[in-house]
Structure formats: C-alpha cells, structure tokens
C-alpha cells in the first residue's frame, strides 16, 4: 500500500503513521524525522535546513523531493510505504508524481487529518521527545509512564522541540492553511482523497484512519 498522510502539525500524523507502519508492514518516511537527524548530525542538508525549520517555514521543495526520492529509493519502500509530512506543497505533490512514475509505481490513497487550530495549540505546546532515540511523548495525552524518563531507552532528557513554541506553533499553522492546504483540492480529482476526523484519542483516529483505507484491512 501506498499512502499519503496529511495533517496540520500536531494533529497526530507521525503517531498515526508509526502505527500504520506497523500495521501495514510498510515504513514510514516521515521527511521531518529525516531532517532532524541532518540537523542532529551538523550534515551539509542540516545546516541548510535547521534555520527554516526553527523558524517554523518549509525547507525548499528542491532539498525536500531530492531527500524523498533518495529515500524511496531504498529496497524496504520497495512493497509500499506511508508519507508522513511529504508532500507539504502543490510543487512537492506534483514533483512526488515525477518520482513515482519513475519508480512506475501509484499511490492507493490520500489521508487528511483534520482538526481544529485551539485542540493542535494545545497539543503540539505539551510535546516533548527524548534526546537520546526521537521518542515522542505528550505530557496530557501520551506522557511517559515515569516522568522525565523516556519509556522506550530510559534516556532521561525529553524536552521540547525548538519549533513547539506557540510562537512557531503558530506560524507553522498559518504555513499548513497557506501551503499544505491546498494539496487537498490537488488531490481530490484523483478520487484517492479520504478526509478523516482527527478530534478523537489516538485510538478513535486510527480506527477511522484503517475503515477509510482502500480494501479496509482488518482492524486491530
Ligand atoms: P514535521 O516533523 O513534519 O512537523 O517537520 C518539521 C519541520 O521540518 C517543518 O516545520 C519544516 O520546516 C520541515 N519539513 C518537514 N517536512 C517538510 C517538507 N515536506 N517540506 C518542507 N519542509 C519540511
């Protein structure tokens, strides 16, 4: 299964994709993982991309496509694999078109999170991720079962990301309407479009996530 998972930041995209991955037996490719471990890293890319992304503001669409096709590039993408935060642009969406009929491959379907801006400020200011291994965690909805302590590597520094300020929360909201938006209207020709709710617990979404899937496998 090919998959596109859309969604203003904090609406729970990387959770829900995480566990479609596994659900799916397909990766995640989720490109702002990928840039924080160029930024982590001090690589070239990193350098380049750290300023947009403190800033709240997209890493140009040329950095972001090379990125993405390199990485599916990779044999385990091979069988399928679930975008989690790509594409974020009209030129990224028709640049991943490029990619994929190169790689003479189609996507199966497109998911939009939505939710309303109040319920992702809220969200997004109480994420925090261990230092050590990029676990997230949400002090209201997903806390570590020992506070401070990371469940998955015992690492004991989560903090909070640069770009979770509300100040940043907010600009990167405003870039989601401006930018990322207009994908859905990109997308809904194809007929592969499911809009889902994304006001429920992690579980409710994912549900709603797995019944709008093309085939409906079976839920867990
Ligand atoms: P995320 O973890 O998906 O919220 O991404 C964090 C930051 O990385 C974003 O605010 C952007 O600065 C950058 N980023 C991630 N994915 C993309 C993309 N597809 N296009 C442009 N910038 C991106």
Same mark, same amino acid.
């Given at each position: 299964?090919?998959?596109?998972?859309?969604?203003?930041?904090?609406?729970?995209?990387?959770?829900? %994709?995480?566990?479609? %991955?596994?659900?799916?037996?397909?990766? *995640?490719?989720?490109?702002?993982?990928?840039?924080?471990?160029? @930024? /982590?890293?001090?690589?070239?890319?990193?350098?380049? #991309? *750290?300023? !947009?992304?403190?800033?709240?503001?997209?890493?140009?669409?040329? @950095?972001?496509?090379?990125? #993405?096709?390199? /990485?599916? /590039?990779?044999?385990?993408? #091979?069988? +399928? =694999?679930?975008?989690?935060? =790509?594409?974020? &642009?009209?030129?990224?969406?028709?640049?991943?078109?490029?990619?994929?009929? $190169?790689?003479?491959?189609?996507?199966?379907a497109i998911v939009a999170?939505?939710?309303?801006?109040?319920?992702?400020?809220?969200?997004?200011?109480? $994420?925090?991720?261990?230092? *050590?291994?990029?676990?997230? !965690?949400?002090?209201?909805?997903?806390?570590?079962?020992?506070?401070?302590?990371?469940?998955?590597? +015992?690492? #004991?520094?989560?903090?909070?990301?640069?770009?979770?300020?509300?100040? &940043?929360? $907010?600009? /990167?909201?405003?870039? !989601?309407?401006? *930018? &990322?938006?207009?994908?859905? %209207? !990109?997308? $809904?020709?194809?007929?592969l479009l499911r809009e889902v709710?994304?006001?429920?617990? @992690?579980?409710?979404? =994912?549900?709603?996530i797995?019944?709008a899937l093309?085939?409906?496998?079976?839920?867990?």
């Amino acid at each position: 299964m090919r998959l596109i998972l859309i969604g203003p930041p904090g609406v729970g995209k990387g959770t829900q %994709a995480q566990r479609l %991955a596994e659900h799916l037996g397909i990766p *995640q490719v989720a490109t702002g993982d990928m840039l924080r471990v160029h @930024v /982590r890293d001090k690589t070239d890319l990193g350098k380049q #991309a *750290q300023s !947009y992304m403190n800033k709240g503001q997209l890493v140009p669409d040329d @950095v972001i496509l090379a990125m #993405a096709e390199a /990485r599916l /590039r990779e044999p385990d993408a #091979a069988g +399928g =694999f679930i975008l989690d935060g =790509f594409p974020r &642009t009209v030129p990224q969406g028709v640049g991943l078109g490029v990619i994929l009929k $190169r790689l003479d491959v189609t996507l199966d379907a497109i998911v939009a999170i939505t939710v309303k801006q109040d319920v992702i400020l809220t969200r997004l200011v109480a $994420r925090r991720s261990c230092v *050590q291994c990029g676990a997230v !965690y949400n002090l209201v909805v997903k806390p570590p079962k020992t506070m401070g302590v990371c469940d998955a590597c +015992g690492g #004991a520094e989560l903090i909070q990301r640069e770009d979770d300020r509300p100040e &940043t929360i $907010r600009k /990167r909201f405003a870039v !989601y309407q401006e *930018q &990322t938006f207009p994908l859905l %209207a !990109y997308y $809904r020709p194809t007929g592969l479009l499911r809009e889902v709710a994304g006001g429920g617990t @992690v579980d409710e979404i =994912f549900n709603n996530i797995v019944a709008a899937l093309p085939g409906k496998p079976d839920q867990d």
